[in-house]
């Protein structure tokens, strides 16, 4: 699809200014890195704290069945052929319903990080999304999304319309911000966009229309009330100049035209593709989508989607139960993503994230409480996979963070940082894109850098 | 009068003074009666928003950009803005009675007949009128109890099955408080009652899907929004620092004074130890300080971000809110009453009733010091005293009326007219009624450069378009749903900040079309439990029905260009389902 001709117009002339003037060559060469196919950045937040000792499973730490007489996954398969934990390392292993994923850790595709999080001790739900997704623990003057903020420090006039999208109906907060970000409406938005296509276009007869209409207007003063009088010294020459309230209504067709067209764009896209196959879930639809948008080589640079419903204060069950179907969900929906993008997945990045982790040990309701540290998983072709990433520093009560969760030894802002690195070549410590942070930890290194170009 | 003092001065001193003597600080802020002498023999005082004939003094802050909107434009304005929009006829009504008479009674919301929603309301939403004790009992019921220490298969199957029966029951009683919201928005007669709630709503915004909050917010909408909407600042601001709805959802409700070293000392003495003191365990489950509530309460409820306080001052404030709490408490106990009841957090006895608490155990008792004011020991009171100043603080006054007057006239009010209303809110003290009417009644309210220049937000959207249309609803499941797909879901903002109401925080690409749908969906007569009435989709010529429905939803007009568009399209006979919907989704209709 072509873009409309006026948005050629204005980018074309934008972009041959700037380069006549030689300004902003920066963001030039960012732009033009995106055509194609750029590198993408695709997260999965689990919200509500995923638990990351039962998804990760130290099972060679034997105070791990100490800690959870009920809910851990067993090392070995036992007399009720409950699956048993799938091995990594001879310390860790993974749960059995994150199986399709481990042909792809196998393969150094996939890796895992432990001990990860916010540096922050918080543990409401909503502060710790909040300062994760702004990268900003603890600073709550910082209203927008890291990763709406990368999208503006590399923006330029000629961004392709689907440089971001998150595919479900409002966007996660890391995605909010100044930087205008389309979040797809669900069901039928065709009819919509048809029935209001022509009260929203900023055609070429509106723009005649609203000349004209400045010009012919009959003096409206004659509406005014007569007992208020004028206001203006200078008699009846008034020309009534633009009304202010047709600012917003010209802002209002142009952001609704956009909508459109972006839609339009997006849908297009969606449906000129065949369907690769994908388990029957959400998450799995929205991957499916993303990853069409991958394939048409429009420009995806970042998306970002939600996978809720992690909070399991009990009844979390163990090698089955209602977290393994979760997992399972997960896994097979990643699983179908990589294998559908087949050589795209090279220069994707899947990052899997939550808030916090969870209690060490479970609670008296087969669940498990708000933690501090918890996991990540990285998938794609530039991950260092097969490895699981992050200092273990064991279960022991003394060892944990407040006698009680896994301590934060990675800082989420190095995995996001080495991200951004990798990906795109944006350096966060030279453009202090982490509000109030130094950084000086330890790198992670589970990236290898794409190409620069 | 005496040599005036600074106003921030002024608020320093009275922090000092109330924590040194009380009775001093009254004498700060002129309320003695030698005080009040002195102000009336100098003519100012509370006859000064008044000339010599009693009339209203007009804030006036800026010149019309002209031209003066005609009288229908007029009565469209105010209940665009007094209201959540009109519904069919009110315009013709507001003119025959007078935009003016019309904007006074909506200052009284008290004279103002409500029987149709409030009889509704107490019929379907029985939630809105309990205690929170009797909320958690019918909400919340207890589990059965295990009888062994180990639950049987048939124990945990039951506690899975009370679980699934908890989380509906929780469920309801958060649906039940946002349906309320929508049903008075729309119908309530007492339209800018409603319109100033929704702004203390997000001013003090909590979020009902917080933990527990969703057992407060139903007790916190009634009792302190609807109760102090039309009273004092200062009386709002304190009512919402002792509920728990917001006591739990920025945490003050747990948090407590940090532990000294020795105290620290001590749990790094017995840590795996087995045979820990019962003082020791104690303080081992000690939480330490939240400054959750105490930032918030600056930067988002008072002062506004960054003014006047520093990290130390959040620090130190939440030492002095520590030990505010709540819990279970005999029924009709007074807030501050004496409470030694020990209950846990059981339902335990039918006549408990749920509410704030002071919990003096784990109160920072150690002197503070507070935006430059030193606070001498600690205690309940100690935290009254700083709300009570915040209250008065002349950057409340600024913040305050700033964001009503962007709220009520456009998304950047001038600087003019914020200086004047903040005047008034010195004045009056943070009178709330008073400050409603003087930027309604200020000159600039009606000027042109305010008319349709805000952009509604979700909610506005949703409420003003059912009420345009006069339909009928019974269940508001889609309302809710609508909100959550335009991302602005009732009582569910996870900030503190609250719901923004500018055009900036709304106006994203993809936005229009979950309004364009809705529009559809409602004009389609496809909302369950929303019903648009026939006569209003009665087919006819298309001129005449142009005509018909535009006056009805955009009684002010269409603008020019949409007028156009739509004319193209009357060739090819719309229906009256058409019309509606390309009405109620026209660029316009998002203008307020």
């Not at chain 1, 394939?295 to 909070?311: F, H, I, P, R, S």
């Not at chain 2, 200052?107 to 004790?133: C, K, Q």
């Amino acid at each position: 699809m072509s873009p409309t001709r006026r948005q050629f117009l204005a980018g074309s002339s934008a972009f041959m200014g700037a380069a006549a003037l030689g300004l902003n060559t920066r963001a030039l060469a960012q732009a033009l890195r995106e055509q194609g196919h750029p590198p993408t950045l695709v997260t999965i937040y689990l919200r509500g704290g995923a638990d990351p000792l039962n998804a990760i499973v130290p099972a060679g730490d034997p105070e791990y069945y100490n800690v959870r007489p009920t809910i851990a996954i067993p090392a070995k398969s036992d007399d009720a052929n409950n699956p048993a934990v799938i091995p990594l390392t001879n310390l860790f292993g993974l749960h059995p319903s994150l199986d399709p994923l481990h042909k792809l850790y196998e393969g150094k595709r996939l890796g895992a990080i432990m001990c990860t999080g916010s540096t922050h001790p918080t543990r409401s739900h909503f502060d710790a999304q909040d300062f994760m997704e702004r990268a900003a623990p603890g600073v709550k003057s910082v209203t927008e999304g890291w990763l709406n903020r990368y999208l503006t420090a590399t923006s330029s006039n000629h961004d392709r319309p689907l440089r971001a999208v998150s595919l479900q109906p409002t966007l996660p907060r890391s995605l909010r911000g100044q930087y205008p970000v389309l979040a797809v409406p669900t069901g039928n938005a065709d009819r919509a966009m048809n029935a209001f296509e022509r009260l929203y276009s900023c055609d070429d007869n509106a723009e005649a229309f609203r000349r004209n209409a400045g010009g012919d207007k009959p003096a409206e003063q004659d509406n005014a009330p007569a007992d208020d009088g004028p206001r203006l010294s200078g008699g009846p020459a008034v020309k009534p100049v633009d009304k202010p309230e047709d600012d917003l209504n010209e802002k209002l067709v142009e952001k609704g035209e956009e909508s459109i067209e972006k839609l339009r764009h997006l849908r297009g896209i969606v449906r000129g593709q065949g369907n690769a196959k994908y388990p029957n879930s959400h998450l799995a639809r929205q991957l499916a989508d993303t990853a069409k948008v991958i394939k048409a080589g429009e420009g995806l640079v970042v998306a970002a989607l939600d996978y809720g419903g992690w909070d399991h204060h009990a009844y979390q069950g163990g090698s089955t139960g209602t977290m393994a179907n979760m997992l399972g969900t997960l896994a097979q929906a990643m699983r179908a993503f990589h294998d559908d993008l087949g050589s795209h997945m090279d220069k994707t990045l899947v990052l899997v994230m939550s808030e916090f982790g969870r209690t060490v040990r479970e609670n008296g309701n087969n669940g498990s409480d708000h933690g501090h540290g918890g996991f990540m998983l990285a998938m794609g072709g530039m991950v260092k996979g097969g490895n699981v990433y992050g200092k273990w520093t064991g279960l022991e009560r003394r060892r944990l963070y407040q006698n009680r969760d896994l301590p934060v030894h990675v800082d989420f802002r190095v995995v996001f940082a080495e991200a951004l690195h990798a990906l795109f070549g944006f350096e966060t410590d030279k453009t202090d894109f982490f509000p109030e942070y130094k950084a000086n930890d330890q790198p992670v290194r589970y990236l290898t850098p794409m190409a620069a170009g | 009068m005496p040599k005036r003092l600074p106003m921030l001065t002024t608020c320093l001193l009275a922090v000092l003074a109330l924590v040194i003597a009380p009775a001093a600080v009254v004498a700060q802020l002129g309320d003695t009666e030698e005080e009040q002498q002195r102000i009336r023999e100098l003519g100012l005082g509370a006859k000064q928003g008044l000339d010599s004939e009693g009339n209203a003094i007009r804030v006036s802050a800026e010149e019309d950009s002209g031209p003066p909107l005609t009288e229908r434009e007029r009565a469209t304005h105010v209940l665009n803005r007094m209201a959540f929009g009109a519904r069919p006829g009110q315009v013709e009504r507001v003119l025959e009675m007078g935009v003016e008479n019309w904007m006074r009674d909506q200052l009284d919301p008290e004279s103002i007949d409500n029987v149709y929603v409030d009889t509704h309301l107490a019929e379907h939403m029985p939630s809105l009128n309990m205690g929170m004790g009797e909320i958690f009992r019918t909400y919340r019921p207890e589990y059965t109890p295990y009888k062994g220490k180990t639950p049987t298969k048939a124990e945990r199957e039951l506690r899975q099955q009370e679980q699934r029966e908890r989380n509906q029951l929780r469920r309801d009683v958060q649906a039940e408080l946002r349906a309320a919201v929508y049903h008075r928005a729309i119908y309530s007669g007492r339209q800018f009652e409603e319109v100033i709630i929704a702004f203390w709503r997000d001013h003090f915004s909590v979020d009902q899907n917080s933990n527990d909050v969703a057992y407060f917010a139903n007790h916190w909408e009634e009792n302190v929004l609807r109760e102090h909407a039309f009273g004092d600042f200062e009386d709002l601001l304190m009512a919402t620092a002792r509920h728990p709805a917001m006591l739990f959802f920025l945490d003050n409700a747990v948090s407590q004074k940090p532990l000294t070293e020795r105290e620290l000392a001590l749990i790094e003495k017995y840590e795996n130890r087995d045979n820990v003191p019962r003082s020791v365990r104690a303080l081992q489950r000690q939480r330490g300080l939240n400054e959750n509530y105490a930032r918030e309460l600056m930067e988002l409820h008072t002062l506004g971000v960054d003014r006047e306080y520093k990290q130390r001052d959040v620090t130190e404030l939440a030492r002095v809110f520590t030990g505010w709490t709540a819990r279970w408490r005999p029924r009709n106990m007074q807030d501050n009453a004496r409470n030694d009841r020990r209950r846990g957090n059981s339902n335990a006895d039918q006549q408990d009733d749920y509410g704030f608490y002071f919990n003096a155990g784990v109160h920072d008792t150690g002197n503070k010091v507070v935006l430059g004011s030193r606070l001498r020991g600690g205690g309940e009171e100690q935290g009254i005293s700083v709300i009570r100043a915040l209250a008065k603080h002349k950057y409340t006054a600024d913040f305050i009326s700033r964001k009503l007057c962007r709220y009520l006239l456009r998304d950047e009010p001038s600087e003019a007219l914020v200086a004047e209303i903040a005047k008034v809110f010195k004045r009056t003290k943070g009178d709330l009624p008073e400050v409603y009417e003087a930027i309604v009644f200020s000159e600039d309210f009606l000027y042109r450069q305010n008319h349709r220049v805000k952009f509604k937000t979700p909610f506005e959207y949703v409420v003003s378009a059912v009420r345009a249309t006069g339909a009928e609803a019974t269940s508001y499941g889609q309302i809710d749903q609508a909100l959550s797909l335009m991302g602005q879901k009732t009582y569910g903002c996870p900030d503190p900040t609250g719901w923004y109401d500018t055009a900036e925080a709304w106006l994203d690409p993809g936005v229009l079309v979950y309004r364009w749908t809705f529009a559809m969906d409602l004009a389609g007569n496809r909302l369950k439990g929303i019903r648009v009435p026939e006569a209003l989709l009665a087919n006819l010529p298309a001129e005449e029905l142009k005509k018909k429905l535009a006056n009805q939803v955009l009684p002010a007009g269409l603008s020019e260009r949409t007028s156009t568009i739509i004319d193209e399209e009357l060739g090819r006979n719309p229906s009256a389902q058409e019309m509606l919907s390309i009405l109620l989704g026209s660029p316009d209709f998002q203008q307020q």
